[in-house]
């Protein structure tokens, strides 16, 4: 089997080009079968089978061993099917956040902006969570999924930056009365 395919590889180095199509016959199905596996939609698969044969014709002057086409083959395969899964994944998060920002009113900016001053100089783990559930609209539970982080530890941190921004602005507001005094 592997002479076979080093003799079609050479074939289609030397100009002939429509001997890949013998590969293809060959592998189609096998490739067809280890992409269903691995991305779970035989559309999705087939479409990265026929990505994955596309960037190994363009490829085979890289072949280094025309023994290991299948193996070649099925890292290309391999490939194909992680920048998929990682597209669908992008995808879906981008569906996510404009879902939310559709439900979500977002919250008006304060007049003086001394809210958001006070949110800015917060520590950068209390300025997250505070924005992504303020200005955000998420729930705590979308905010520790958002984050990678235990929704014990929103909850205090939430809990922690509220006290922070009550007492900054409690203090602004000190400083203000005692300017106007």
Known sequence: MGTTDKYYIERCLDGQPDDFRYLIRRYQAVL???LAGKLGNRDRAEEAAQETLVRAYFG???LKKPDSFFS???GIANRV???QQRQEQRRRQQENIRSFSKEIPTPELSQDYGLEKAIGELPD???KVIL???YGGYSCSQVAEQLDKPLGTVTKTLSRAYAALRKSLQQK???NCEVQK
């Open 72 to 74: 070649w083959l099925l």
């Open 81 to 83: 099917a992680k920048e």
């Open 60 to 62: 085979l002057g890289k």
């Open 132 to 134: 992504l559930r303020y």
């Open 173 to 175: 507001s000190d400083r």
């Open 32 to 34: 067809l079968a280890h």
């Open 125 to 127: 783990s209390h300025r």
